[in-house]
């Protein structure tokens, strides 16, 4: 399916796709794909990566403009353990109580969040919270 890019749109991924940028692979993808210098197989060929990562960012290009090609952020792994109000209930718990035990953080904890903690996880958000 051709593909037809405006002037902004191609003058932002030139500037996008100079080889000291990060991610200027997909850009200058798009913009040798939308000229039709290559076709999606040697455009994968010449990148070393799949005809589908290929279709993909043209994919995105197609919805999302210039801006859709950039990457997107990452979640960053899994949810603490505690979530942020009880955090703060405990950084504000450990500010009045600084001889607090692991031990009663650790059931003050679990009278909190309603789940069982163990006296090194408890230490853990001592530390953490604390720290901050």
């Known amino acids: 399916m051709p593909l037809t ?6 003058a932002a991924l030139r500037v996008a ?4 940028r ?18 999606q ?3 994968a060929t010449r990148y070393g990566v799949t005809p589908r990562c290929v279709a993909s960012w043209l994919h995105q290009f197609r919805e999302g403009g210039v801006p859709g090609l950039w990457p997107k952020a990452h979640a960053g792994g899994r949810r603490p353990l505690l979530d942020e109000g009880v955090q703060v209930k405990f950084r504000a718990r450990l500010s009045t ?3 607090i035990t692991p031990k009663q953080a650790k059931l003050w904890l679990e009278g909190q969040a ?7 996880q408890a230490r853990y ?8």
């Open 5 to 10: 890019i405006s002037n902004s749109d191609r």
């Open 97 to 99: 109580h600084r001889t």
């Open 17 to 20: 796709a100079q080889p000291l």
């Open 114 to 120: 309603g789940r069982t903690f163990k006296a090194t």
């Open 125 to 132: 958000w001592m530390r953490k919270l604390l720290s901050e």
């Open 22 to 39: 990060q991610h200027f692979q997909r850009f200058d993808c798009v913009l040798r794909f939308a000229e039709g210098q290559s076709t």
């Open 41 to 43: 197989f040697q455009l």
